[in-house]
């Protein structure tokens, strides 16, 4: 059966094998606990880090063992945690690989004022929501806002949108997976990744 | 098979590529057309791989859906000035907003006939972006009102009352000209600003070229064509056309980021500028008060902002009556 979705809320109903639902449970909790420290967290890793794509791996990185511990024991509160892992990550890279981080990642202090900072809010009222989002979508290449706008709002479909815009459906793709990538760095980091190379 | 495209402008890691994995099944996966149990079942069996490639889908994801809120915004759009109306103090800029109202409008331009212009304003404080169907934009700031007008043969704005930003997909056939006061602002490919007061009007270019056209008739001079970097102040009778740093015009032109940058600026001008945006008036009657002067960037509807500015760093005395902010030296 080719289960595709009515909408993007069904989703979670479509899997069923007994592991697939603690899968859930897990991204639900990866979803709301983990990816708002994103920010924070970036800023942390790239201390450890040697180049961009570097960053970008040991977050990689990082959320696969956050998961995978996670599934064992589903820690509360869910910053200490995280922050304990991404520590030892940096002492790991120290250790195996010779990086050695500029700022000294025993530097347990630093640490704690990371794992001190308020959370953000995590009931963000629809209004606050839909702000941020408009804020991200501006932040976007003018294409792939545009793509993203009229696959949300007006329902089209790739070929839809790539028949409007006379564009192949192709590069309307790339202009939805290049803008929900960057949609989803701006969301969480509040920065995208071309805006902070300028 | 529609692999992830890579990127070239960066270098990717291991993450990147599986990021661009993600994206791409998620894309697809979301679409309304061509997914089948082939790709959900290649989709499984990469999820099923690594916790890496389930996380990287699940943050594509929660973004991605995260942007199914934007249907809020369908019942918003017509009335008013273009949702504009609760643009919040530090001024998120509320473009897409803009866009659904264009992609709404586009019926209108698609027919091909000569549409009734619409009319597109901004109330004070207020900023907007117009997406046309063409592909081009206008940015109105505070108190700005548009008209526009796209048929198959020309696009026409009237530009009726303050200033407005313009990035026009060019179109030889189909000019795009700016109607301020008599003038025609007529597009050669490119980007510009321009600003209508009472009896003049200025055009600024950050990229490509426009030609002014002066008021038909009377005693004034040809089409003047500006290019990149250039400003000119025209009125009935004269032109001038001055060069601009790009840091000048990145600083005439904030206003499309909620921003007034200042430099070296008599408060005089600071609150002249402070009041295009703000109902909430600066008043200064001193005029060695208005002489002095700043520099800094401040949010252009942030009179807070302002009054805390004049007071911890200038060390004026700020008052507040009704609806104005009054600046004056304190001991006075």
């Known amino acids: ?198 | 098979m529609t692999g992830p495209a890579a990127n070239p402008s960066q270098s990717v890691g291991r993450a990147g590529i599986t990021d661009e994995r993600a994206s791409d099944f998620l894309i697809r996966r979301y679409d309304l057309e061509g997914w089948n149990e082939a790709d959900q079942a290649e989709l499984d069996s990469w999820l099923e791989e690594s916790l890496a490639n389930r996380t990287a889908y699940w943050r594509l994801k929660a973004a991605w859906t995260r942007a199914n809120r934007l249907d809020a915004l369908r019942p918003m759009g017509w009335n008013t000035t273009l949702a504009a109306r609760q643009f919040p103090k530090l001024g998120l800029r509320l473009a897409t907003a803009a866009v659904l109202v264009a992609l709404l409008g586009s019926a209108i331009w698609y027919t091909g006939q000569q549409p009734a212009s619409r009319t597109f304003a901004t109330a004070v404080g207020e900023r907007s972006n117009l997406q046309l169907p063409d592909g081009s934009r206008v940015e109105l700031t505070t108190n700005t009102t548009v008209r526009v007008s796209a048929g198959a043969m020309d696009r026409k704005v009237w530009l009726d009352k303050g200033e407005a930003f313009f990035r026009v997909v060019h179109n030889d056939r189909r000019p795009f000209v700016i109607h301020a006061l008599d003038f025609k602002v007529v597009d050669l490919g490119t980007e510009f600003s321009v600003r209508r007061d009472a009896n003049r009007i200025e055009v600024m270019v950050l990229k490509g070229s426009v030609r002014i056209d002066p008021p038909a008739g009377g005693d004034q001079y040809r089409p003047v064509r500006l290019i990149a970097g250039e400003l000119a102040v025209a009125d009935n009778h004269s032109i001038s056309v001055t060069r601009k740093s790009g840091t000048e015009m990145a600083d005439a032109l904030s206003w499309r980021s909620g921003i007034l940058v200042f430099r070296g600026t008599p408060l005089g001008e600071v609150a002249a500028q402070f009041n295009r945006y703000n109902s909430e008036k600066i008043v200064i009657d001193d005029p060695d008060v208005a002489r002095l002067t700043i520099s800094a960037r401040l949010p252009a509807t942030d009179i807070d902002a302002f009054a805390r500015v004049a007071k911890n760093f200038i060390g004026l005395k700020v008052e507040r009556s009704s609806n104005e902010v009054h600046l004056a030296r304190t001991g006075k």
């Open chain 1, 1 to 198: 059966m080719a289960d595709r979705p009515k909408n993007e809320f069904e989703e979670r109903t479509s899997p069923a094998s007994g592991e697939a639902i603690g899968m859930d449970d897990l991204e639900d909790w990866f979803v709301r606990e983990v990816l708002p420290l994103e920010a924070v967290l970036i800023q942390y890793l790239s201390r450890g880090a040697r180049s961009k794509a570097d960053i970008e791996d040991l977050r990689q990185d990082l959320y696969e063992r956050v998961c995978a511990a996670a599934r064992q024991e589903r820690p509360n509160p869910a910053r200490p945690f995280v922050f304990t892992i991404a520590r030892n990550l940096l002492i790991d890279r120290v250790r195996h690989e010779h990086v050695v981080p500029f700022d000294t990642v025993e530097n347990l202090e630093e640490l704690n004022i990371a794992i001190d900072d308020p959370a953000p809010d995590r009931v963000v009222i629809a209004r606050q929501e839909l702000r941020r989002l408009q804020a991200a979508l501006d932040q976007l290449p003018q294409r792939q806002r545009d793509a993203i706008v009229m696959r949300k709002l007006n329902g089209l479909s790739i070929g839809e949108i790539a028949q409007r815009a006379g564009a192949a459906e192709r590069t309307v793709k790339m202009h939805l997976t290049d803008g929900v990538r960057a949609l989803a760095d701006i969301l969480y980091r509040g920065t995208s990744d071309t805006e902070r190379k300028s």
